[in-house]
């Protein structure tokens, strides 16, 4: 006889009752009788919203992505809407990525708002993630939903929110929002959809993004260097193909190559392993390509195309991946001085970053004398920055995970606009006689050379949670006193708001909200993040070291010396 903990045998017989269709209900029988593991898997919680919002693998059960879980998240929202928007006309939008589901599940979801007297803009068609945050604020909506899950295996989907501002659902209507949508019985689903309140969207909205698009990307670049700069362009599967070659078009860029073998959205993502651009693997294609054309820049997207991986040449004209460390540096550098040159520094600027990327961030500000706001990892963050200090002015923000996003017109990570941006600073190096790679290297001559690395760990299933829950648990009541031979001089605990002074004693809050994340620092400037993924079955680290960098010809010498010091780091720590 198969042994069900009673706990998990509730959930699990409250989906055999007819709230749900008999086709799940049949489904879920088969898995009592032939796969009690997957059952477990399925049914041990709930799905929860992390720092991108629900995502997970598709099936069913309450810990995985269907219709009666986004069901009940939308029937939550729609409650939420209307004790917060009592005497107003709701008005939301939705789009969806190429995920197997996406588009029924964005139908389901734009049911259930119908259903519950709202007013609905859906998109006709797969779009950017970046493009819903638009939308949302080019409409006046009071909220948006992306079905994706980014660059997760096939098998996953996702449920992101965004509220009013354009950004992710922050505090405090998301801790609102999930206690409204526990609070639900799945039978309080209203699936039954009002037509007349389902607008479709599609070209119309597309063209006033892509413009604008356009024109926050855009600088003082001349037609003859853009036409100059050889782009190869990959959408990995993804959204990106219906908004990226028209961007670039419209911006004046014509000789742009695009993986073809790569054009068409497919959900399976045939030709990589993951559609992930942080993967040097899902840029292969690309680079090859590159080669064959003798291509300036390789530009690959995630499949939801709020992020990107940017490939230039380096000083021996051989195509590497820049880390998204070191992109978002390039792209913020050339902002601040794009300020500067327009005399719209004035002490009211900012730029944001997060509390796992690279110190470096907040070097550069400093240097232009603009503020650098360190938030939690996830873009959410960043917007919610934007909306707390409206009298300020955005210039662009990012995080190591490959996420930009340039001005606030959009209040996401966007890799459309971000895309422009860097074939912009890299045609006018080009026209310079320069080269990306170089633009980084006096960079790293004037503020100090940051060299960063990411491991993450994949533990998955219910076994894997516990052993990440476990090692955060270590690292907390056994703190590293010394790292490589450097002693740690602070720790910072997100999760308990505290930031302590090891030579002093001394403690001071953290001004954040709380997170799982623990932060060594070194006498010698080193940084150590511990995070586990809100996304993932993922606990990841995050290494940074930094030295001086007197001259290009030291460039070399000086990155095999951060190399090494990082691999002795992941050594001490048995990583």
């Not at 950017?128 to 909506?141: D, G, I, M, R, V």
């Amino acid at each position: 006889m198969i042994h069900i903990k009673p706990e998990i045998l509730e959930r699990v017989n409250s989906w055999l009752t007819p709230t749900f269709d008999e086709d799940s209900q049949k489904e879920i029988k088969h898995m009592i009788a032939s796969n009690p593991k997957e059952l477990e898997e399925s049914f041990y919680k709930d799905l929860e919203f992390g720092t991108g919002g629900m995502r997970g693998i598709m099936g069913l059960g309450t810990n995985r992505i269907n219709k009666y879980t986004l069901g009940k998240n939308t029937q939550g929202l729609s409650n939420y809407l209307k004790q917060s928007f009592p005497n107003e006309d709701i008005k939301v939008a939705i789009a969806y990525d190429c995920r197997h589901n996406s588009q029924t599940f964005g139908k389901l979801v734009a049911d259930v708002f119908s259903a519950n007297g709202i007013k609905v803009y859906l998109f006709e068609e797969l779009r950017p993630t970046p493009e819903l945050s638009f939308a949302l604020k080019h409409l006046n909506c009071h909220c948006g939903i992306v079905l994706t899950a980014s660059h997760n295996p096939p098998e996953y989907n996702g449920y992101k929110v965004y509220w009013q501002d354009g950004g992710q659902l922050v505090p405090p209507q998301d801790s609102a929002v999930i206690a409204e949508i526990n609070r639900l019985d799945y039978s309080e689903i209203k699936f039954e959809a009002n037509s007349d309140l389902i607008q479709y969207i599609g070209k119309d909205v597309d063209d006033v993004f892509i413009d604008a698009s356009v024109k926050n990307g855009s600088f003082d670049t001349s037609e003859a260097a853009r036409q100059d700069l050889n782009i190869v362009f990959t959408s990995l599967h993804g959204t990106s193909i219906t908004a990226i070659p028209e961007t670039l078009k419209r911006a004046g860029y014509t000789n742009v190559n695009i993986v073809e073998e790569q054009r068409v959205p497919n959900g399976d993502f045939p030709t990589v392993v993951s559609p992930n651009p942080e993967e040097p693997a899902a840029l292969k294609m690309a680079m090859e390509l590159a080669e064959k054309v003798n291509g300036d820049i390789v530009i690959g997207t995630d499949p939801d195309c709020d992020r990107l991986g940017v490939v230039v040449r380096n000083l021996e004209n051989e195509l590497v991946i820049l880390n998204g460390n070191q992109a978002m540096l390039l792209m913020t550098n050339f902002l601040l001085k794009q300020w500067k040159k327009e005399g719209k520094i004035n002490g009211n600027q900012f730029v944001g970053s997060t509390i796992v990327s690279t110190p470096m961030m907040s070097v550069l500000a400093n240097a232009y004398d603009v503020e650098c706001k360190i938030g939690l990892t996830g873009f959410k963050w960043i917007a919610k920055m934007i909306k707390d200090f409206p009298t300020m002015n955005f210039i662009g923000g990012g995080e190591e995970s490959f996420g930009f996003m340039v001005g606030d017109f959009v209040r996401d990570k966007d890799a459309v606009t971000s895309t422009l941006l860097a074939c912009e600073i890299a045609a006018q190096a080009k026209a310079n006689g320069k080269t990306l790679y170089q633009e980084l290297i006096d960079m790293y001559i004037e503020h100090g050379f940051f060299k960063e690395h990411l491991v993450a760990l994949t533990k998955k299933g219910i076994e894997g949670a516990q052993e990440i829950k476990q090692m955060m648990v270590d690292a907390r009541e056994n703190p590293l006193k010394e790292i490589n031979g450097e002693k740690v001089v602070l720790i910072e605990d997100y999760q308990l708001s505290i930031s302590k002074n090891l030579q002093t004693q001394e403690e001071t809050t953290i001004d954040i909200p709380k997170s799982n994340v623990l932060i060594y620092y070194t006498e010698n400037g080193s940084k150590i993040a511990l995070r586990p993924s809100g996304t993932e079955p993922k606990i990841k680290f995050y290494i940074s070291v930094n030295a001086d960098l007197d001259n290009t010809s030291e460039f070399a010498k000086t990155e095999q010396l951060l190399g090494d010091r990082i691999d002795a780091i992941l050594k001490d720590l048995n990583l």
